[in-house]
């Protein structure tokens, strides 16, 4: 089933240059890019996405890495790729990722994992419906998507 979730390099990927490193492996792997765009976070944007992490130890300390710098915010589309990015990005804490996860490969502390992901269908909605409008989400087909899908 094709599904849409929310992604975003946060502020020590885009300034560590690792944003084409990232892109590449989404693309590599078949999925599609459909959004894009990057902005520096506010306060109260970044309390609204990690509302949910309010009452939470690290809240200060993760509102003020995601406004530290511009984030390129995206919206990646392919067949049940909420959860496949999930397994893309690996778990939270880059100590316990496994290698070839972007955070087992490229980030050592839970504050730096410097790459957010949707976790579910109703989170990939909110995050998306945040960061951008309708029209700015692109619907087009790849190429290759019949190579990619048994069923494009
Ligand atoms: P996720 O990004 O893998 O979904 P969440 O538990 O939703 O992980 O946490 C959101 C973000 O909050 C993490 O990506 C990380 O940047 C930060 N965070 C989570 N737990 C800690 C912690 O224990 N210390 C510092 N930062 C944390
Ligand atoms: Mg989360």
Redesign the pocket.
Known sequence: MKEKSFLML?PDAVKRKLAGKIITRLEEKGLKIVAARMLIIDDDLAKEH?G??KE?P?FK??VD?ITSGPVLAMVIEGNECISLIRKI?G???PKEADLGTIRGDYAID????II??S?SPGSAEREIALFFSEDEICSYTLPDEELIYEEP
């Open positions: 946060k990690y949910e992490h939470k690290f300390d993760l890495y990005v778990a939270t804490n839970t504050g730096r994992n957010h992901a976790d």
